[in-house]
């Protein structure tokens, strides 16, 4: 934050209360003043904004920032399209490394391949030159392995999930995870951790929701994240996902105890549970289920003791379908008033139905979710399809129901499983594959900015919205499809276009601005 004044003009700004608004006053970290360029007041600082977008910044309410950073700066596999592909860039990225480093990659989905079978722990450890290898798939619920990897975790062969070809899954993933991300030193994790932020920030987004937890970071890791926040880089809001968990994430400050406290695996790796079989698994196969309904209400019962916001990750209508009864169970004994209150959330609740939708309506939960998800995924043709069937796959991420009912949502990335990228999540929830689900561009935009902030505990009603008396986080940008309505142009006129194939040129960020200081520039400032 900067006490001296910036007046920001000749722009084009995203201001519902003043649709002519083209300038904007900062100072002491929050919006002095907005309205027409000849009406602008004096200020120590000027800034030509030349015909630019200004909007409130975005926030992702669900991101993985080591994680992160690793997939920007190290092996990233989401262009592979075979087992032989992923073997020759393990091998490329293997020669610039020591002997003694693991090979950590990120991204390869095979349900993309001509033939999904990948490659085994015996041809990853050639390919590697007999490093320890950890390839996280896409979903992040599932791992290929090499055999140097396997040896130094002999405890894997007695996990849940463990498969000697080295694809492992649940736990066994998890113990194999420990192992491989724990060979990355504190040092080398700031920085990761650094490049993800000022990534994020590059891309207009502000403010990110950090998910950690026991088995897929570590507290070490969480602290040194949530101590970068704001430095210079986007700002950091934690959540640790730890079972009865409420004081130790008070203790790590962590603002909630939620966020990947998994209630099920993930739709990818078939380990999201579901009510009805996978139509490409074993006969009866419908994933797994990590918590009951018992433990969710204890869940909350402690988070209510230690005055926390909860949350739980559930993808599968099974799993959503026991942490809704584990909620009912809660307020039983506080109140439905009180489990409202608390502002509780869900990340990514992917396979609704009315039912569901109406429990997260009767006891206020917070939908965390991430449009991009269907943009890669779903459709008739997609891993949706292949796993669930068209007709299953077609009703996944129903965020426009859930709107509609006014289910609050917040809407994110999951990064690195999907990219930091909000316009194109914001598009991408305008042309779900199934229209009965499209939500508007600003019913969107408002889930990526406003929402990231209605997904927090406490109240936070001037965030996320340019009005005067409002901290002074946004983002300018240019938009080369043009702007209609305080918001650029994201579809195609021919609604034939849309899809991942849509033509239209997202916004590119010129700066990003948090609470009046300038976290990202390009060219502007």
Known sequence: MTNASTLYRGGVLHCPADPSATAMLVSGGRIAWLGPDADAPAADRVVELGGALVTPAFVDAHVHATDTGLALSGLDLSGVRSAAELGAAVAAFAERLPAEAVVLGHGWDESRWARPVPPDAAELGRAAGGRRVYLSQASMHSALVSQALLAAAPQVAAADGFDASGWLRRDAHHVVRSVA???????????????????????????????????????????????????????????????????????????????????????????????????????????????????????????AAHGMQGGFHAIGDAAIAAVLAGFAGAAAVLGTDRVRAAGHRVEHAEIMDRALIA??????????????????????????????????????????????VGVTLAFGSDSPVTPLDPWGSVRAAAQHFNPAQR???????????????????????????????????FAVWDSPAGVRRGLPVLTAADPELWGPQDPTPLPVCRATVLRGAVIFEEGLL
Not at 465 to 472: E, F, Q
């Open 181 to 303: 991300m724990g060979s990355v030193p504190l040092s080398q994790r700031r920085q990761l951790q650094r490049r993800a932020l000022a990534h994020a920030a590059s891309v207009g987004i502000a403010s990110v929701h950090e998910c950690g937890g026991p088995t897929i970071s570590s507290e070490e890791d969480f602290t040194s994240l949530l101590a970068l926040s704001g430095d210079g880089v986007a700002e950091v809001y934690g959540y640790w996902g730890e079972l009865l968990g409420a004081a130790k994430a008070r203790e790590l400050g962590a603002v909630g105890a939620g966020g990947d406290l998994f209630a099920d695996g993930a739709l990818g790796a078939r380990t999201a549970r579901v009510s009805q079989p996978y139509a490409d698994g074993a006969p009866g196969e419908c994933g797994h289920g990590y918590l009951s309904a018992e433990q969710v209400r204890d869940h909350l019962l402690d988070c």
């Open 439 to 473: 939500m508007t561009v600003g019913a969107a935009f408002a889930a990526h900015t406003r929402g990231g902030w209605r997904a927090l505990p406490g109240s936070h009603p001037a965030e996320g919205v340019l009005a005067p008396g409002a901290p002074a986080t």
């Open 359 to 404: 429990g997260f309506v009767e006891f206020g939960v917070v939908a965390s979710m991430q449009p991009a998800f269907d943009r890669l995924w779903g459709g008739e043709r997609g891993m949706y399809a292949a796993r669930l069937g068209a007709q299953r796959a077609l009703a996944a991420n129903p965020m426009g129901a859930m709107h509609g």
